[in-house]
């Protein structure tokens, strides 16, 4: 069973700047895709960021393009969320996610994804 484990979260103030990390246990990364999502309070589930098994794909909400970056270490069986320029529109409980995945794909859609972790809350203030 594949568990995934999100931390890096806080509080932080406007334009600064948080890694979050996604631990990953109980399978091998190198053949899963990996997401970032978010969910603010009274939102729904939004999708933040995506890479595939090479990390030659990354791909991003047009709300955090440029801002944001994704990234994996297949060997520590971590994904990354670099996040600069926060705003308090950034504001949310961010989760990882997992897909395994027979391609080296991307995936933007949250139905597509077996494994999800608890999250971690990130608080930006004005």
């Known amino acids: 069973q594949v568990e995934l484990v999100e931390s890096g979260g806080g509080l932080v103030q406007a334009g600064g700047s948080l890694k979050l990390s996604c631990a990953v246990s109980?399978?091998?990364?190198?053949?899963?895709?990996m997401g970032w999502f978010r969910q603010a309070p009274g939102k729904d589930r939004e999708y933040v960021a995506a890479i595939s098994w090479s990390a030659v794909m990354p791909y991003y909400s047009n709300s955090v393009k440029g801002r944001f970056t994704i990234s994996r270490d297949n060997a520590k069986n971590t994904v990354y969320l670099e996040m600069s320029s926060l705003k308090s529109e950034d504001t949310a409980v961010y989760y990882c996610a997992a897909a395994r995945t027979a391609r080296d794909v991307v995936l933007v859609d949250d139905t597509l994804y077996d494994y999800w972790g608890r999250g971690t809350q990130v608080t930006v203030s004005s």
């Open positions: 109980g399978g091998t990364l190198e053949t899963h895709a």
